[in-house]
């Protein structure tokens, strides 16, 4: 092992052959005198143009240039006579020192001496430098510099404040996935098991869901002049606690076997979760605070309510979903016209056939979408299986992405993408009392028919008579409503200022027929022939619908 004396010998040895030599001339009675050093084994010569440019500078008189390439060449340390100075005093060099607005940063510009005068030590400069108050983040390497090679009226940054960092802020650490969002694998076909998305978790009682992290404390900085310069103060984050969940020690634990859910607005909580074999008459309408799993059908007519998820492992018909988290199908939704699905996450479903669907968060359907209305805050996807959109409104913030979009028989499908979301708000609020006033208005004229039936056959009863009168007024104050609710839909569809990066894919073909809408003047209609291949519909730098061929998303 080597001693510490020979491992510093060998420092100061590796400094020496790395030094650089340098020069000096000075003003000896007049006489203007040339002293080079020579520079270690690594080190760099004094180079002869760099002596003539100072000689210049300086102002030296009748100057000998073969005698100072001579001193150069021998680099003998020693002061040698090269010419004359006779204008004034000597006058030693000196730095004018500037401290930036902030106090971060200070810069000094090095004067030359004049008539011969000693150019600043090492010990001067640092004078000058702490006697402007600079003590922080001085860089000793362009203070050397600059006393053995010195730059002269150079700006030169020689001091640095020192920032604050930051600290962290508190977190919320989750022991459970919280997005929400689907896991969607496709097999060597490219085609996504809408069965297998992972969307539902749980967990057993006593299980660790979620844990509070304390915020890290932060470092002070400082300017040049040594002011403190504090720190962002740190966030401490709070947790809201939901139904069966306790605390301890600043960890969550689930009381119950249940679902862990993580809402928009920060609660925890852990959803109980009820499993039926179906929703009919032997049960009635739902309305349950956790989870709802159906194994078979759900009856026509019959409403399921929830601030947990829903999870239909067959098709639904004419029924009314509506829950705070996600719907997840595994068959698919025929609602014939009067069927309703509304969740504040996200929609899964196999197929859409003459349905309304409406998701705060996006819209995930395998087969096809057909004839229906979805709207959806995020996205739309209809990919994985035939992924085809044939007819009805779809509405998006961000994304409708399908393999086919339209029909052969040119089936009017109409698209508007990029819509806010307080537009796509009110525009679901319309779309919803447009659908409830249809109902409405269905079971007002079927009771109409049976009473005209019926009046054909024998005369009505004075009831029944003033019956026939107040439905015949409510009809035509109906339909008078949803014309003008349906005028009023149609005005806003296409009258919005549109998200600059909504986009429209279709992976196979785009069909005559459809029509797209991004917003205010914007509309594309596909008409004569299909457009085949990949394509992506985006607005353009100048606000212009452009049509992107044989491109992926």
């Given at each position: ?12 040895m ?17 006489k ?6 020579k ?27 073969d ?7 021998l ?6 006579e ?17 401290i ?7 810069k ?15 010990h ?6 702490a ?13 050397l ?32 996935r ?6 969607l ?20 009682p ?17 300017t ?6 504090p ?34 607005i920060?609660?925890?909580?852990v ?5 039926l ?27 399921l ?5 829903i ?9 009314f ?38 998701a705060?968060?996006?819209?995930f ?18 990919e ?16 409708v ?6 029909a ?81 839909f149609?005005f806003a ?38 457009l085949?291949?990949?394509?992506t ?17």
């Amino acid at each position: 092992m080597n001693s510490p004396n020979s491992y510093t010998d060998r420092i100061l040895m590796d400094l020496e052959a790395s030094e650089n030599g340098f020069f000096q001339i000075e003003n000896q009675r007049g006489k203007a005198t040339l002293k080079v050093s020579k520079p270690g084994a690594k080190g760099q010569k004094v180079e002869f143009k760099d002596v003539v440019a100072r000689v210049k500078l300086f102002g030296v008189e009748d100057y000998d240039l073969d005698q100072i390439k001579k001193i150069v060449s021998l680099a003998e340390n020693k002061a040698v006579e090269i010419g004359s100075w006779s204008k004034g005093d000597p006058v030693p060099s000196y730095i004018d020192i500037t401290i930036s607005e902030d106090q971060m940063e200070a810069k000094f510009v090095l004067h030359p001496p004049k008539h011969g005068g000693a150019l600043l030590t090492e010990h001067q400069m640092r004078e000058q430098i702490a006697a402007t108050g600079i003590s922080i983040g001085i860089i000793d390497s362009v203070i050397l510099s600059s006393i053995r090679n010195p730059e002269f009226f150079i700006p030169q940054i020689f001091a640095k404040g020192t920032p604050p960092i930051p600290g962290k802020d508190g977190e919320i650490r989750l022991h459970f996935r919280s997005d929400n969002k689907p896991k969607l694998e496709e097999d060597e076909h490219g085609r996504i098991d809408f069965k297998d998305i992972h969307i539902i978790q749980s967990v057993k009682p006593g299980a660790l869901i979620a844990e509070k992290i304390p915020p890290k404390k932060g470092e002070y900085g400082k300017t040049v002049t040594g002011n403190i310069i504090p720190y962002p103060e740190e966030k401490i984050v709070n947790w809201i606690l939901g139904p069966n969940v306790e605390e301890s020690d600043n960890k969550l634990y689930a009381k119950i076997a249940g679902r862990p859910v993580y809402s928009p607005i920060g609660e925890i909580r852990v959803d109980e979760v009820i499993q039926l074999e179906a929703v009919d008459y032997s049960t009635g309408n739902i309305d349950f605070p956790g989870t709802i799993i159906v194994e078979e059908k759900i009856g026509d007519g019959f409403s399921l309510t929830t601030s947990g998820s829903i999870i239909i492992k067959n098709s639904v018909g004419k029924a009314f979903l509506k829950a705070k988290g996600d719907i997840v199908i595994s068959g698919g939704f025929m609602g014939r016209g009067e069927g309703y699905i509304e969740s504040e996450g996200n929609i899964y479903a196999k197929f859409v056939e003459q349905g309304k669907v409406t998701a705060s968060g996006s819209i995930f359907v395998e087969e096809a979408v057909m004839h229906s209305e979805l709207s959806a805050k995020d996205t739309i996807r209809v990919e994985g299986g035939r992924g085809e959109i044939i007819g009805g409104t779809l509405i998006a913030g961000n994304q409708v992405a399908c393999t086919k979009l339209g029909a052969v028989v040119e089936t009017k499908t109409k698209l508007a993408i990029g819509t806010p979301p307080d537009l796509l708000e009110e525009l679901n609020r319309m779309k919803k009392d447009i659908a409830e006033k249809e109902v409405t208005l269905h079971k007002v004229q079927l009771t109409l028919t049976k009473l005209a039936e019926k009046s054909q056959k024998k005369e009505l009863t004075l009831e029944e008579k003033d019956s026939l009168t107040k439905l015949k007024e409510a009809n035509d104050k109906l339909t008078k409503f949803l014309e003008t609710q349906s005028k009023q839909f149609e005005f806003a569809l296409s009258s919005f200022e549109p998200n600059k990066n909504a986009s429209v894919f279709a992976e196979r073909e785009v069909f005559p027929g459809v029509e797209l809408t991004f917003g205010a003047g914007k509309i594309y209609r596909q008409t004569i022939s299909s457009l085949v291949g990949k394509t992506t519909f985006i607005l353009g730098i100048d606000g212009s619908i452009q049509t992107e061929r044989n491109v992926s998303r």
